[in-house]
């Protein structure tokens, strides 16, 4: 794409461009109104005299360009638009201002990103709350198929999770890995965030790519109050995953015995079979966890057959 939109008026659009850059209120609207520049003109980055005054902070510039009718909406090479370049140096009050002028949330960077999207990366809290009160779509994915929920969930933003549900996110989305924000939530060991979604609904028993479960993913790596809290909840414990293993099963293989203990009291199935014929007690057995078979044996199960 040809970026330099008026060739023969060269010299005063680069002019416009760095009494913008510069925050020359005066230049800026001499440029306009005398030189008749056009206020669109793109460099060739891309970037147009509105996303330079959003990158250097020019707050006046801004709102000198809304009123000469800037366009909003263009995108520079990376596609950066004014309200995600506004979004990701964290000016809530140019975000505001581009939100009450009409610039479109929606529109997504050259990684897909949304300036949500972007802000619930970093955690840019006040930036979401703006952005989601003025409509943004909270459940537009990035190539990778990552959600702002995801997003936040994997990072541990708690807050930023609670303002996704309360704006309607959708819980279950899930990213090309298959992962949820409640499997992201829950392979990181927090239980805060895993409560939250749990108590918004969201769907416990999802699998990703690998079979594994929210549920899975927490014995596995040894976060009791998540096991426990997701049990409480009607998770399903005898989830399979890719290899067969269940949560009982990775538990006692990794000798979380407190965990095994948790999963017999709520029910797990004891004798299920992986994709070698291995119950947990054999796996037990094999780790030479041995008051985990003792466990296993005193709570009914079996060796395989």
């Known amino acids: 794409m040809n970026f330099i939109s008026n060739l023969f008026g060269k010299n005063k659009t680069q002019n416009f461009f760095e009494a913008c850059k510069l925050g020359q209120v005066e230049n800026v609207e001499k440029l306009l109104k005398n030189d008749k520049v056009d206020i669109n003109s793109q460099d060739t980055y891309g970037k147009t005299a509105l996303i330079y005054a959003v990158n250097k902070e020019h707050r006046d510039i801004v709102e000198l360009l809304i009123k000469g009718g800037v366009d909003l909406n ?15 140096i964290e000016r809530g009050d140019i975000v505001d201002l581009l939100i009450k002028c009409g610039a479109d949330l929606n529109i997504q960077d050259g990684n897909c990103e949304t300036a949500l999207k972007f802000a619930v990366k970093v955690g840019y809290k006040s930036i979401v709350d703006l952005l989601l009160e003025g409509g943004a779509d909270p459940n537009i994915p990035d190539r990778n198929g990552e959600t702002a929920l995801i997003s936040a969930a994997d990072r541990g933003h708690k807050d930023i999770v609670e303002l996704l549900i309360k704006s309607g996110a959708d819980l279950n989305l899930q990213d090309k890995n ?60 005898n989830i399979q995953e890719e290899n067969g293993l269940t949560a009982l099963m990775l538990s006692a293989q990794v000798g979380h015995m407190d965990i095994v203990d948790l999963l017999i009291k709520g029910g797990a199935d004891l004798n299920i079979q992986d994709e070698n014929g291995n119950t947990a007690m054999d796996i037990a057995e094999e780790m030479e966890f041995n008051e985990i078979v003792d466990l296993l044996l005193e709570s009914g199960a079996s060796f395989r057959s």
């Open 74 to 88: 263009i995108q520079d090479e990376n596609g950066d638009t004014a309200l995600i370049s506004a979004a990701k």
């Open 178 to 237: 298959r992962n949820t924000a409640l499997n992201a939530a829950a392979k990181i060991g927090h239980k805060g965030i895993v409560e939250l979604l749990v108590n918004a609904g969201a769907d416990l028993n999802i699998q990703d790519k690998n079979g594994n479960t929210a549920l899975i993913y927490a014995a596995d790596r040894g976060y009791r109050e998540i096991v426990e809290l997701l049990l409480e909840s009607g998770a399903n414990l």
